[in-house]
């Protein structure tokens, strides 16, 4: 009994010890800061934090079974070019680098901010893509919008067959997005 209870004690202590560490807990529905502070989300339920490749990615997530990712990258406002100028250079480097397949329509939405509501705009991209030998059939969901002082770029990606509730937990990501200016 001893033992356990020691062993107890030592598991509760390193889980106390890994939260403590950077670990952090996010609870379903609850709204986080991200870009410091300059935007809050709420994560969809089953993601979580994942590591970010590039310097201007200011966040990224994916999902457990690792079939869905969302990263958001920030742009001086001020460097040029704006939101569509930046969607059809993104989309450019896709066919670049993919094999596009087809895409949708340009729509047009707004982002909440606290004294205004920021433009942004929306399209879709079916793509294949290869990773070594294995081949993946994509879907890439692209948002971007303009609070004055940067252009976001948020890029969402999942295999195909697309499953809807999948679907929707990147729309309700988008959705939530708030920009905190």
């Known amino acids: 009994m001893a033992t356990f209870a020691t062993a107890l004690v030592l598991s509760i202590m390193m889980a106390v010890s890994s939260a403590s560490c950077g670990a952090e807990v996010i609870r379903r529905g609850e709204r986080i800061d991200i870009a410091d502070g300059r935007l809050s989300v709420i994560l969809p339920d089953g993601w ?12 990224g997530y994916a999902t457990q079974d690792g079939r869905s990712s969302i990263f958001l990258r920030e742009m001086d406002a001020g460097l040029g070019g704006g939101m569509r100028e930046l969607l059809d250079a993104t989309v450019r480097n896709f066919e670049a680098t993919f094999e596009v397949r087809g895409g949708g329509k340009v729509k047009t939405g707004e982002v909440p901010g ?9 399209t879709t991209v079916e793509a294949r893509v290869k990773k070594g030998v294995e081949i993946f059939e994509m879907r890439f969901y692209l948002f971007v919008f303009d609070t004055g002082e940067s252009l976001y770029l948020v890029q969402a990606s999942t295999t195909q067959p697309v499953r809807e509730a999948r679907e929707g937990q990147i729309y309700a990501f988008f959705r939530s997005l708030v920009a905190n200016s």
């Open 114 to 122: 606290k004294t205004r509501k920021w433009p942004a705009i929306f």
């Open 48 to 59: 979580a934090k994942t590591d970010l490749n590039a310097t201007d990615v200011v966040a």
